[in-house]
């Protein structure tokens, strides 16, 4: 398989991580916003409160769901030109800085997979996390992205 095949590749694996990490750091704070109507007045609280869920559906539904499909597929694509098409063979997924990475992704599919519980919580009204704990988790997605992105970038210093 030929070097611009895997440029293509992984263009569209940066891509479709910057969306879903876009729609994880937004999700937060969307039920973040969405708690602290419950002190609120009615008729604007309910309102509120269906426009904030119609986004946090839309967000997740339309738009984290898919590129987290779409950066899974694109990276297990060049795991497999990596095996297959530069004949690298499986034990580089051993290497230090792929374990590294492998273990962010998974950290970021199991974050993903605790937002898209908590919209159920959230449409149920059985959520019992705070508007504060939604801001102090916010930048998890970030923090665990910086590990993955220096860990790809400095694969030479970690072999």
């Known amino acids: 398989m030929s070097f ?5 590749v992984r263009g569209l694996h940066i891509l479709a991580v910057i969306a879903w990490m876009a729609g994880m750091l937004f999700l937060p704070r969307l039920y973040a916003y969405d708690v602290e109507q419950a002190g609120k007045a009615e008729p604007l609280r309910s309102e509120m409160q269906g426009l904030l869920r119609l986004w946090q559906r839309r967000l997740l539904k339309i738009i984290i769901n898919p590129a987290m ?14 095996v297959y098409g530069f004949g690298q063979g499986w034990g580089f997924l051993l290497a230090p800085w792929m374990a590294i990475k492998l273990a962010a992704v998974i950290a970021l599919s199991g974050w993903h997979g605790l937002l898209a519980g908590e919209l159920k919580r959230v449409h149920a009204g059985t959520s019992t996390r705070s508007g504060r704990f939604w801001r102090m988790t916010n930048e998890i997605p970030f923090l665990i992205a910086i590990v993955a992105v220096l860990a790809v970038t400095t694969e030479g210093v970690f072999g």
């Open 4 to 8: 611009e095949i895997f440029n293509i």
């Open 69 to 82: 499909t779409a950066a899974w597929v694109f990276g297990l694509w060049m795991i497999l030109i990596h």
